[in-house]
């Protein structure tokens, strides 16, 4: 066999290396940037399509609702203290883990920080006591978990009805006013108002962002992935399981906190059930968002695209002119197309 008709065994089967008769460079399709985008994003992408058809529909029903800035500003008020939550569970989720304790630690942390305003202290050292409340949570509930050799399903399970059940009977029910807080730089920050739209819509983005490219860009994320797929093989990679896991758990604990503080700061009041609420659509949310049970992938901004369409859907469900008693219909609806569209569209499965 002469030189020139010897095979090129450095270039992978379908692609040349040189150029063609023609004199250009030939690539393969899939290597066009755009093809890559959509491969790459193909779970976020899919929600978005949702979301998009989805709105269309609620625009279509009842067009004078959905051309007025007032129904957004709404949902944007509201929509940060979900993304707190979805996003962190996405990580959780991705390690073969669940985490169904942060409804009562959004609540707990909240109450911490609640005490510290209450008592006359600025708010921002309130904060602080919030954030450190849902650390050494996230850290009890995966110890729990990782280290107690429990399932995450019941011991987080367990861990939500208990830390519930210790806010209601030290406050026997009780709620607390916080009315100071409107007055207060901290308010002015996190929870106001700039060129009318929601300020915590700005900072809940920025959460997104940072946990994005903590999640596809950062060793952290690479290890949660590997952990999630094949934990075995992590070991063998020199992982340190235990404590991918543990962070995963102090991860949703931070953002809960940060949850349970925003939902403070829009209502001025904290409430014993702070939290309650937001156990179903939060799940909701990451699983239409396309990251699926099984563990070792997933997508942070396709969560965030989930927890967009599931606080849209009673709105909209609403507006449309149907009753309150079809919301937790068309929920349920939009959870099975979703799941049976990102199967389908997914091209990793168990």
Partial sequence: MSKAMEPDLQT???????????????????????????????????????????????????????????????VLTTLPVALFVVVPLVFVVTCGEIDLSFPATMGFASWAFAIVVQAGYDPFLGIAAALLTGTLLGFLVGSLVVYGGLSSLIA????NFLLR??????????STALTSLADSSAYAIFSGQLWGIPVQIFWAIAFVVFSALL????????????????????????IDVQRVRVKVFVFTGIGAAIAGTFSVMINFTWWPTAGDGYLLPVLASVFVGGTPTWGGIGTVVGGAIGAVTVSFIQTGVVAAGLSGFYVQ????????????????????YR
């Fill in 12 to 74: 992978p089967l379908g692609r040349a290396s040189g150029p063609t008769e023609s004199g250009k460079q030939w690539s393969h399709p899939s290597d066009h940037w755009l093809r890559g985008f959509v491969l790459d994003n193909r779970a976020a992408l899919g929600t978005l399509a949702v979301f998009i058809v989805m709105m269309a529909i609620f625009m279509i029903a009842n067009p004078t609702v959905f051309t007025t800035w007032y129904l957004y500003s709404s």
């Fill in 156 to 159: 987080t399970l367990g861990m």
């Fill in 165 to 174: 059940g210790l806010i209601q009977i030290i406050n026997e029910g009780k």
């Fill in 215 to 238: 999640y596809n860009r950062h060793r952290f994320g690479a290890q949660v992935k590997v952990v999630g797929d094949n934990p075995d093989s992590a070991k063998q990679m020199g």
């Fill in 329 to 348: 219909f068309f929920n349920g609806l939009i959870i099975i197309l979703s799941l049976l569209g990102h199967k389908w569209n997914q091209a990793r």
